[in-house]
């Protein structure tokens, strides 16, 4: 009976997101409404929008669970940074000049900006490629801990839960594109708060310590094994944590998809008030799944005690496990859960499908008219290839058997790698070259191929940290010894014609909406 309320409640939820998505389809009309919400998006959606595209399942079932067990509550540090560098820094450093930016060039997209900023044709197309190859593996690793979840608590079979995922993403978002994500972000993540809030108190007190009891029950380093010298492993624990810190907190500075929210916002006041919620939902979200992994270590004596796979622990099986223990969560609230981990991983991979899909029909198609933007074969293609990349992530999540924080890391570290140092460098640097932007996307991304390679996919946060520090580091390098761009463009690109200090801004609306 039990298991019958959990479906109902899923299912309920779900035709809520649907009715969203045939409402949003009505405001939908052009691909810039499609894709970027015709910048009118307010601080709470936006801020909102950004946290519940960084936090999926990915978080809640992949890392909450693995670097929760292997670190303990050192993985702590890497909420930290989530919270202070990868979303309070980020959005003062790149919201207002992203958005300001990418509209005085015309631009939609991560290589529609590339190519504007600095006159390469070549990046652009080049740059919509690698987005829609890497996007695959981290969507891949989102629809695999929505299985595993849903196979714990609901019993669904692991292939079904991706099948039916893959449908319920594909209609909202088909429908409304960004319209969609954005109303939906903001419920989902108002779900959050409240689900992240109670699992933490409920999860502690089945530890029998309390909140801070359990913390510090579990901060010791015979609870973070992989701190432990280990002769075997490539990289010391202490490094792969540090890697995972930086990759974590730096990347989404370099990630299309979460720079696709400073797009979409309305003007510099919704950066303002946007940026205090961000923060303070990034510090609840990140903090609470952390900690949650860690307690992983109150309820499984060993190793030998995790569930179990074919190569040994299965890591990412860890969190489902504990949700689906009445011993741990009472039965009324592990329906909250899901919908928790359902509500952030459709925010992600609504917002990873419609990067990538514009990637192909807006870089490379050329959908886009800019003189014509209510061109109706634009949107039909925009919407056939979500279809398309939500197909391939499926196929890809049933038949790779990576585990969830390493696809991950393999996207993340790729795509950071590549777009970091010539988009973060393009917004703040009048001195950054054409030259300099494509060595720095090369490079990014050459180390992060390679290093994958040459490392093995266990070390792909290490690999990942070491691109994004090549890209950032490539870029201005190159820049110093390289022809600068023509004064018309970078007058255009910072709003400066007239002004050699580059601070003269356009007037933009004060007027800021929810």
Known sequence: MATLAKAVVVVLYIVVMIVIGYWSMRRTKNVGDFFIGGRTIGPWVSA???GTTYFSAVLFVGFAGKLGWLFGMHTLWIAAGNAIIGTWLAWKLLAVRTREMTERLDAITMPEFLEARYALPWLKRVAAIVIFIFLVPYSASVYKGLGYLFEANLGIDYLYVQIAMAVLTGIYLVMGGYFAVATTDFIQGMLQVFGVAFMIVLMAGATGHGVVG???????????PALSPNPDALFPGW???VSLVFMTSMGPFGLPQMVQKFYSIKNRDVVVRGTTVATAFSTLIAFGAYYCGALSHHFFATGADLPQGANGPAFDNIVPTLLANPEVMPPWFSVVILLVVLAASMSTLASLVLVSSAAIAVDLVGVRDRHDK??????ALMRCLCGVFVGLSVVLALQNEAGIVDLMSMSWGALAGAFIGPYVWGLWSRRTTATGAAAGFIAGLGAAVVLFYVWGV????????VAIVISLVTVPLVSAFTKQLPDGLLAKAFGDEGDATGTQEPAVEQEATV
């Open 48 to 50: 909102l929008a950004y």
């Open 214 to 224: 359990a913390f510090v029950a579990t901060s010791g380093v015979e609870n973070a």
């Open 239 to 241: 490094v792969v944590l």
């Open 374 to 379: 209510s061109s109706k074969s634009g949107l």
């Open 458 to 465: 266990k070390s792909s946060p290490v690999a990942a940290a």
